[in-house]
């Protein structure tokens, strides 16, 4: 063992490049990489976004391929191990030595401290769990070395995979954004309160998951359509907030097993759909106005981005992701209600559908303002959002008038709460004044409008990094979910508290 390990340890420490080899499901990835080793553990950097970095998250277990450069026969390590991005600032920074040692080639990106600020470059330890040394030209040509006090016990192994192919999924569908589906199924149902005096749970949660499925479903079709166009390909600007899941460009997901996922999840919510059918008119399959307000918004949803209509990609996006997440799930959810206390005909929507139009407004201007990051990948793709049609001004976008039209229509979100507050002091039928609770996060929007107007004035300075600039508007991004989600809550208590108060 003892000359084993010599072998081992004379073979890395005259190597500097290995060939890593990453995979998740039936998307395998290999890279070369300079490496540096501290006995038989092997440490190496990279940045973050790249695929083998995202499968290493995902699948931990990697395989490693070294041999030295000036050897002209068959002598290398076959090394079976597991991957980690180191996170101690003090073992990060001895790393960065030890591979600075090696080769200074990556210096200037790993001392950029607007890449170390947004987490783009990563220091990674690959621990061994077996050794194979291959030399055709010794006496024994194979020979294994076990790292038995490396390896996961089962159980761990088994829970670390299901906890990691959890998050595997939940990325996939975007659940942090169900947000824009919670919100007007929340509203629906507490204007059906307001309105009717009770509400029935049991439907509304259905009405909630089956809203999610959907929500589920259109992100998935969304990442399969512009995988499709290339636009997501083309997009060297994502974040957590525009550029898709990214699952396809990651390698976590092939482009068939999206596809596939999307149809299972509008599947699912079909049949959520006809169950709540069922019981509301005795038949799955009854024409009722809940199976057109269903098969509409699924509509508007799949064809954002896919063919034939690919509404996204002629100026007709926005529109759609307004009224299929304000509209459209908040009548599906008041008219189940509806339905479900009365059984009869005679439904009055208006109060709902005015009260979904704030929520409309800010979920389309969570869109509009991501679009500012996606501007160079649309124009690219001939994806003609009215972000590129408004900013399509040469070399560089001119934001200013599509950040105009974001500060106004933030504005007019906010003013269309005020009315409903106003009718509902005049009219208690239709309104309540509680719903002016829901001007609170106005605070927050005004916030996003100061940090814009900023980053617009940075954006317009001669010589600014048009590269890096778009990350710093990512503050902007999350104020506008977070208003969305505040006045969709907030609108949302202030008919809980009209109807019980």
């Known amino acids: 063992m003892e000359e084993l390990d010599k072998k081992i340890l004379s073979l890395l420490d005259s190597s500097q490049v290995m060939a890593l080899g990453t ?88 001392d950029d401290e607007f890449l170390k600020k947004n987490r783009v470059t990563g220091y990674y330890r690959v621990v061994p769990e077996v050794i194979k040394l291959v030399d055709f030209y010794a ?71 089956g809203g999610i499925l959907v929500h589920a479903g259109i ?67 009854a024409l009722s106005p809940l199976i057109w307000i269903g098969a509409g918004g699924m509509a508007l949803g799949i064809f954002y981005s896919a063919a034939p209509f690919r509404l996204s990609y002629h100026g007709w996006g926005d529109l759609a992701v307004m009224l299929g997440f304000g509209p459209v799930i908040a009548l599906g959810t008041h008219y189940v209600q509806h339905q479900a206390l009365f059984a009869r005909a005679g439904w009055d929507f208006y109060p709902v559908l005015a009260a979904s139009l704030p929520v409309a407004i800010l979920v389309g201007l969570i869109l509009f303002i991501n679009g ?21 001004f040469g070399e560089y976008a001119d934001y200013r008038r599509p950040f105009t039209v974001y500060k106004r229509s933030l504005y007019a979100a906010f003013l269309s709460i005020a009315v409903l507050g106003i009718i509902g002091i005049l009219n208690t039928a239709f309104s309540t004044p509680w719903v002016l609770i829901a001007l609170l996060p106005f605070f927050l929007a005004r916030k996003a409008i100061d940090m814009g107007e900023e980053w617009l004035r940075r954006w317009d300075q001669e010589g600014a990094d048009h590269q890096r600039l778009p990350y710093e508007l990512l503050a902007v991004n999350a104020s506008t979910i977070g208003v969305h989600l505040a006045v969709g809550l907030l609108l949302s208590m202030g008919y809980w508290l009209g109807a019980f108060l």
């Open 23 to 110: 995979s998740v499901g039936d998307n395998p990835s290999a890279a070369n990489v300079f490496f540096a080793n501290e006995g038989f553990d092997l440490y190496f950097f990279t940045f973050n976004p790249t695929r083998k970095a995202e499968q290493i998250r995902v699948n931990p277990k990697v395989q490693c391929v070294v041999r030295p450069e000036d050897d002209s026969g068959v002598r290398e390590l076959q090394i079976e191990g597991r991957a980690r991005q180191l996170t101690d600032p003090v073992e990060v920074e001895r790393v960065k030595e030890m591979i600075l040692e090696v080769t200074d080639l990556f210096s200037p990106y790993m």
């Open 139 to 209: 006496d024994q040509q194979f020979q294994w070395r076990e790292f038995p006090e490396n390896c996961e016990s089962l159980i761990k192994s088994v829970v670390g995979s299901l906890y990691r192919r959890l998050g595997l999924y939940l990325r996939a569908v975007r659940a942090p954004f169900f947000t824009a589906t919670l919100a007007p199924v929340v509203l629906g149902g507490a204007v059906a309160a307001f309105n009717f005096g009770s509400l029935h749970w049991p439907l509304f949660w259905w009405s909630l998951l």
């Open 219 to 285: 992100n998935l079709a969304n990442d399969y359509s512009d995988h499709v166009t290339g636009n997501d390909e083309a997009n060297k600007l994502f974040s957590p907030f525009n550029g898709g899941s990214r699952m396809i460009q990651a390698g976590l997901f092939s482009p068939p097993r999206i596809f596939l996922f999307s149809v299972l999840m509008f599947l699912g919510a079909i049949v959520v759909g006809l169950k709540i059918n069922l019981i509301l008119f005795g038949s799955a399959l």
């Open 372 to 392: 500012f990051q996606d501007f160079e990948a649309d124009r690219k793709t001939g994806k003609r959002t009215w972000v590129v049609r408004m900013a399509d």
